[in-house]
């Protein structure tokens, strides 16, 4: 696991993720965490404690686990001064539900000294016990998937309208999903935002969160949500910082390497958890979704998820881009590992075509140092539709 490997090189290591996921479980049951003293600021006399008197919580030890370490950003420097005693002999695991690197205290105080991972709602592989799929990494180093048929098992809305949070496994179904869901969103409002940002109005907050849904996959358009809810500007951009710093909702930017090309540079949008889109956007039954206009977009955020969750494990840590020039031709996402590049390009269909992969050809031509081009769909089959292009079942990716 890359949390055991980072703690026998780094003094402190920082583990983020948004409620849910999967943190505080993984941290007090997995070794060699679980032997370590573990601390938790959500126990108040704990975080009275870490105002007053931080170093007392570790006294004695020297494996260290600080939970909801964002409720006391003064706790920091402590940890930073413990480092800087005992550097060598030290460790200690930062965890939180915010993102710690928007923290400026964070950055600033444990520069040089913290590695930083986030932890994302699970895979379908994970959830169905497999380890990773090994898909991308192959493609990437230049090995294709065999054509064949696969079963692919229910059928994406269902996958889209439960989610992926490690709780919704056990649930039986969909008014017990739609039940914890509601209690979800309830939780972050009443508890996490008040923490991290005081919020005027609950109530639109909430209205801001629905747009979004609405247009995950989309490029941001501050504009057009301020105009649809009728909230200003400065504070629709303010509410999406929030959903950002706490890991619901992430910005794709747009890949710019090809100087020669007049690209569009404006990010996208997607949620963490198609499950969180799709109750956001008010679909709660998989007909209703699979009908609506945004479950284009929805499949993608379930694509991104996937892709999102393999590559983290990778090193160097690749990033994810969206390609699109302004003449129109684009790919959904570019996976960027060094100088290598992998497009994927997402179509919510059981059949694939030829040209459903004109964006994929396109991209090729234009950056050749990229190894290939991977078509996820919703079918059956892996189909080589060129000779660096293959389709591909999502299910495949994780």
Excluded at 17 to 38: M, N
Excluded at 212 to 239: C, F, K
Aim: charge should be positive; aromatic fraction near 8%; include cysteine.
């Amino acid at each position: 696991m890359l949390l055991r490997q980072a703690v026998q090189d780094h003094p402190v290591v920082i583990l983020t993720g948004a409620r849910q996921v999967g943190k505080s479980t993984l941290l007090r049951h997995e070794k060699p965490f679980s032997t370590w003293r573990y601390v938790t600021l959500d126990d108040f006399d704990v975080l009275r404690q870490a105002g007053q008197d931080p170093a007392a919580l570790w006294a004695g030890v020297d494996r260290v686990v600080l939970d909801e370490v964002q409720k006391s950003p003064s706790l920091l420097s402590a940890v930073k001064q413990a480092v800087d005693r005992r550097r060598q002999a030290v460790r200690f695991v930062l965890s939180g539900s915010a993102n710690l690197l928007l923290m400026q205290n964070v950055s600033e105080t444990l520069a040089g000294r913290a590695v930083y991972f986030t932890l994302f709602p699970m895979t379908l592989g994970e959830l169905r016990g497999r380890l990773g799929a090994d898909l991308l990494l192959a493609a990437f180093r230049g090995t294709l998937p065999a054509e064949r048929t696969i079963d692919v098992g229910e059928s994406p809305a269902s996958h889209m309208l439960r989610g992926f949070m490690p709780a919704l496994a056990t649930l039986s179904g969909p008014e017990a999903v739609l039940r914890w869901w509601e209690g979800y969103v309830a939780t972050y409002l009443e508890r996490d935002l008040r923490s991290l940002s005081q919020i005027d109005s609950l109530s639109d907050f909430r209205r801001v969160m629905e747009a979004w849904a609405l247009r995950s996959g989309q490029m941001l358009n501050q504009t057009e949500v301020s105009r649809d809810t009728g909230i200003s500007q400065p504070t629709v951009h303010r509410y999406l910082n929030l959903l950002e710093a706490s890991h619901l909702a992430v910005r794709v930017p747009a890949l710019a390497r090809n100087r020669t090309k007049r690209l569009i540079k404006t990010p996208k949008l997607y949620w963490a958890d198609p499950g969180l889109a799709s109750y956001l956007a008010g679909h709660h039954q998989a007909g209703e979704l699979a009908a609506s206009r945004e479950v284009g977009g929805i499949f993608e955020t379930l694509v991104f998820l996937h892709l999102q969750g393999v590559v983290q494990t990778w090193l160097p840590r690749p990033r994810l881009f969206y390609w699109r020039t302004t003449t129109g031709k684009e790919v959904d996402f570019v996976i960027e590992q060094g100088r290598k590049l992998l497009a994927v390009e997402v179509k919510l269909s059981a059949t694939h075509h030829y040209a459903d992969a004109e964006g994929l050809r396109a991209f090729c031509e234009d950056y050749p140092e990229a190894v290939g081009g991977l078509l996820i769909h919703a079918g059956q089959e892996v189909k080589r539709l060129g000779e660096k292009i293959v389709a591909v079942p999502w299910q495949l990716l994780g």
